[in-house]
């Protein structure tokens, strides 16, 4: 039974695509290049054409910072034969247990939105913790603290939605109803909704 | 030297530093330290972060990649001797004592052959901020000799610097901090969330003044670039180097709907129209004649004509004219990539008069056309004056090196003298990438450097092995900031926001690295100048001196030994109500008279055209006593060089990197892609695919990068990110992308400055990923 529910507040709508947030969780955390717990989407697209003489756009764009959704019904948690990818119970956190963890990387194909990382060295999965040494003590995940725009925030999640509403379907990210994510997200003015597939993502390479 | 205090034990102790590059900002660093060991960066604590002037001032992705800078392979670790050919990149190691008798030979030697003004100190920002150590302790040192050969300008504002004070003398612009009062933000080119995307700096003043105004932002450029994205702005791209036609445009469309207050031009200005143009300039050399086709050219400036050069379209011309006239307060400013162009002196002031002729002046949320202006804390230093006057313009450093001695105060803009005497023989090069590759026309420069009668002596001092420190003759390794002591303050652009911080020795002096006021010492004993460059003082002591110089002014500051393990000693808020751009002259332009030579505003400036009657420019150059819009060369409208080279390329500053420094990191690499914007459109002709490695090439080299094939840039624009690393392979392309392959070395009209956007070029995919040399 999960005591509280810990999740991550993004508000795309003020994110510059700084990647502070993933450059200060690598480090905090250590980890080798490949390996980044937290992600930022670029999303966008549109078209241009020429209209007497000028080009003439209708593009779009906004970034979407990523990592682990800590979700309610984490599917990585479900597929893992040994139980080190497992829930907290005390906050919700999802959390790998490298000690029991085979490396066998089915919880990395389960997982709709890329959070286990494969640690070549250690030859076993790592993925965002949520920082919960640092909760315990009463600060915030690293990547939330990073922030220059101040675009991230993380807390129980029923709090998160009482301040900033429900939504979490918004492109690229699957369907909530996968897992049931705890995120709640500020949509940029220009955000497309999940179920549309207007755009791409315009930097597959950083993410 | 007494072993500095750092933290050899397993317990985590955490040291002030901070990140000392040229993005403007500074931003002070918690380093966290075990067994000697940096473990990770944090940010400082701030006061409240609630409340902005007592906010944490959070570094951004380059700042928290200080640890991998510092333990970087790439870091050079004792002094080293060139043994092959000058920027093969060839060394020997050799020790302190022979490096630093080396120096004191050369100098001496070149001093008595040639003279003080043989020694060029190269502008370098790859410790901005260093106030004790770095930049200012060489330039400290070379004045206590008799000098250097100085520069003015630089290759960040170099056309906007030389062209301000013919518009409007030395007014400053409105803080940013302003727009909290504006319904209307136009900005061209300008893009803070990139270029000023530190947590102490102006990106944050920005987000912090739309929360409270929640104007509407509109902004021009060829890329739809983080600010368009991060500040929701409307995106107008524009063709490069053609700012000066949108503004032209624009008051033709305001002087069609007869929405030009021409009793408010007559009262601040000369120049807009007959009645206010100086008695000796010409009839119709005004700027409403000029819109009007009454000028010399013949030409309406009607929005159809601009649209045509812009590539916006005629109506939203018309509608952004009326948008800027219509708001209570438009902020309108520009970043420097505008200016940054071959006749980029003529851009920019047009853009700073839009602000003029409509009237967005001088009140509470506008601004005066540039970029917004920055509080600095005085931060007392070690600067003493150099005794050698004669400057050159920043950007003609290889031009004094080749033909000096054609050089003048008319054709070359030299300053201080008629005319140089002598050439650059001993480069100084201190925390600088720009030899080998921040400089234009990087394959003409490597040859100008190989003749070695000319440049007789490079130093490098650095603590990279960059492209320009394989061009070094001998090579010193520095400390890093995290090895180093100093006070400082917020540096240039950090707003409204202004600190000193003391940063303190992190981590001991890594291999034989040493600071570079320990080195200048031992030097200065050598030339027989000690007591004059040290005045008794070790780096230590002149901190603590400069500490008690400022307390003497602000007696409230804490005493210099509670500062210790503080990180940011003060911190201030500026009232931006007190700083709004030309705000003393709009409300009495008699009391408050400019120090133009009209004390007005001058959008006709006879300072300009005498310099025009006076100078010998190149051919082609033009200087015109007003902001009209002048096709570039090399730019849009060269029609014939687009038949062979059809794209322009421009460069942009991009968030992996500030300027050159961190490029190198494989961590940010990783996070920030460094590849070439191109439009789906130009992509597909070329059968370019994301990701794909392209050649881009033009008469002046060839690089190799990788494609990112993305809507978010003009067609026909291209854009590389300035600042990565220059590295050539056995067939002289460059597979680092640096796009100052294909630059140009010739010089703008006024400033003489650096027209690295002005480039045309064409690209092709590869095929096969080529090996590296």
């Known amino acids: ?207 | 030297n007494k072993v500095p205090p750092t933290n050899s034990t397993n317990e985590e102790k955490i040291f002030y530093s901070a990140c000392l590059v040229n993005c403007g900002s500074r931003c002070p660093l918690k380093v966290h330290v075990k067994n000697d060991i940096i473990t990770k960066i944090s940010s400082e604590d701030g006061i409240n972060d609630a409340v902005f002037g007592q906010h944490q001032i959070r570094p951004c992705l380059r700042g928290r990649a200080v640890r991998w800078r510092t333990y970087d392979p790439e870091r050079l670790k004792y002094p080293m001797l060139r043994i092959g050919k000058r920027g093969e990149g060839k060394f020997k190691r050799i020790s302190w004592d022979e490096a630093i008798n080396l120096l004191s030979e050369k100098l001496k030697y070149t001093i008595n052959n040639y003279g003080n003004e043989a020694i060029y100190y190269q502008y370098g920002t790859g410790t901005t901020g260093a106030n004790i150590s770095g930049r200012n302790a060489c330039k400290r040192f070379l004045s206590t000799i008799g000098g250097h050969l100085n520069y003015h300008g630089d290759y960040s504002s170099g056309q906007i610097t030389a062209m301000q004070p013919f518009i409007y003398g030395n007014a400053k612009a409105s803080l940013l901090d302003q727009i909290k009062h504006s319904d209307l933000v136009v900005m061209f080119g300008h893009n803070i969330a990139e270029t000023r995307m530190s947590g102490g700096g102006q990106v944050n003043e920005m987000f912090n003044a739309l929360a409270q105004s929640k104007a509407r932002v509109i902004i021009i450029d060829p890329r739809r670039s983080e600010s368009v994205v991060g500040f929701n702005a409307e995106w107008m791209p524009i063709i490069p180097g053609t700012d000066a036609a949108l503004v032209a445009g624009i008051i033709y469309a305001l002087l069609e709907k007869d929405r030009i207050d021409e009793a408010m031009l007559t009262k601040y200005c000369i120049g807009w129209n007959a009645e206010t143009l100086p008695d000796e300039a010409p009839l119709f050399s005004d700027y409403k004649s000029y819109i009007l086709g009454l000028g010399d050219d013949g030409i309406p400036k009607t929005p159809e004509w601009a649209s045509k050069k812009t590539g916006i379209a005629a109506d939203q011309i018309r509608k952004l004219a009326l948008d800027i006239v219509n708001a209570k307060a438009a902020w309108i400013s520009q970043g420097w990539g505008p200016q940054r162009w071959q006749n980029g002196e003529h851009t920019t002031r047009a853009i700073m008069i839009l602000p003029i002729i409509t009237g967005q002046f001088g009140k509470q949320g506008t601004n005066i056309g540039t970029w917004g202006e920055s509080i600095t804390y005085p931060v007392p230093g070690l600067n003493m004056v150099n005794p050698i006057k004669t400057s050159i313009p920043f950007f003609l450093w290889t031009k004094a090196i080749e033909e000096p001695l054609s050089m003048t105060a008319q054709n070359s803009y030299i300053k201080g003298k008629d005319k140089l005497d002598v050439g650059i023989k001993f480069l100084w090069s201190y925390a600088s990438n720009v030899i080998g590759n921040q400089h234009s026309d990087l394959n003409r420069t490597h040859q100008i450097l190989q003749d070695e009668s000319k440049c007789e002596f490079i130093l490098v001092w650095d603590t990279h092995m960059t492209a320009s420190a394989k061009y070094a003759d001998l090579l010193l390794p520095d400390v890093s900031s995290v090895e180093s002591n100093d006070l400082i303050n917020n540096s240039y652009a950090s707003g409204a926001y202004h600190y000193v911080i003391r940063m303190q020795r992190a981590i001991k002096p890594l291999w034989e690295n040493r600071p570079a006021y320990d080195v200048l010492t031992e030097l200065s004993e050598k030339m027989g100048v000690k007591d004059k460059f040290t005045e008794g003082r070790s780096q230590d002591d002149w901190i603590a001196y400069s500490y008690e110089k400022m307390r003497k002014l602000d007696p409230n500051l804490p005493s210099f030994a509670d500062t210790d393990g503080m990180g940011v000693v003060d911190r201030k808020l500026a009232n931006s109500d007190a700083h709004i751009g030309l705000k003393a002259f709009r409300d009495d332009p008699i009391k408050n008279r400019l120090n133009t030579p009209s004390g007005k505003i001058e959008i006709y400036s006879e300072a300009l055209v005498q310099i025009a009657e006076q100078w010998e420019f190149d051919e082609g150059d033009i200087l015109y006593p007003i902001p009209a819009y002048l096709p570039a060369i090399e730019g849009s409208e060269d029609t014939q060089k687009r038949q062979k080279y059809p794209l322009q390329l421009i460069g942009f500053h991009i968030k992996g990197h500030c300027h050159s420094s961190y490029s190198n990191l494989p961590q940010l690499k990783e996070a920030v892609a460094s590849s070439i914007w191109i439009n789906p459109l130009d992509a597909e002709v070329r059968q370019i695919k994301h990701g794909q490695l392209v050649e881009v090439y033009n008469d002046r080299g060839r690089l190799y990068i990788p494609a990112k094939v993305t809507p978010r840039i003009l067609p026909g624009i291209i854009a590389i990110p300035q600042g990565l690393w220059a590295k050539t392979n056995a067939a002289g392309i460059d597979i680092g992308g640096c796009i100052n392959r294909l630059t140009s070395l010739r010089p703008s009209v006024l400033a003489k400055s650096n027209p690295q956007h002005t480039n045309l070029v064409e690209m092709k995919p590869l095929t096969v990923t080529p090996a590296a040399s």
Request: hydrophobic share 25%; proline share 6%; glycine share 8%.
């Open chain 1, 1 to 207: 039974m999960i005591k509280m529910q810990y999740g991550f507040y993004i508000n795309s709508a003020k994110c510059t695509g700084c990647k502070t947030c993933q450059v200060s969780c690598k480090d905090e955390k250590d980890n080798a290049l490949g390996i980044n717990f937290r992600r930022v989407y670029e999303y966008g697209g549109g078209s241009w054409q020429q209209v007497d003489g000028c080009w003439q756009n209708d593009t779009f764009v906004y970034y979407l910072s990523v990592s682990c959704n800590h979700c309610q019904e984490p599917t990585c948690v479900q597929g893992c034969p040994t139980g080190a990818m497992h829930k907290r119970q005390e906050d919700g956190l999802v959390v790998v247990n490298q000690d029991i963890c085979i490396g066998c990387r089915y919880c990395e194909m389960r997982c709709p939105y890329g959070a286990p990382h494969y640690d070549h060295q250690k030859r076993v999965m790592s993925k965002c913790d949520g920082c919960y040494e640092r909760v315990s003590q009463g600060l915030k995940p690293v990547c939330v603290e990073s922030c220059p725009q101040r675009a991230l925030d993380f807390d129980e999640i029923g709090k998160l939605r009482e301040l900033y509403g429900q939504e979490c379907d918004i492109a690229p990210l699957p369907s909530s109803e996968l897992t049931k994510p705890s995120i709640v997200i500020k949509p940029h003015p220009q955000a497309k909704v999940t179920a549309e597939s207007f755009g791409s993502i315009l930097n597959p390479e950083e993410v």
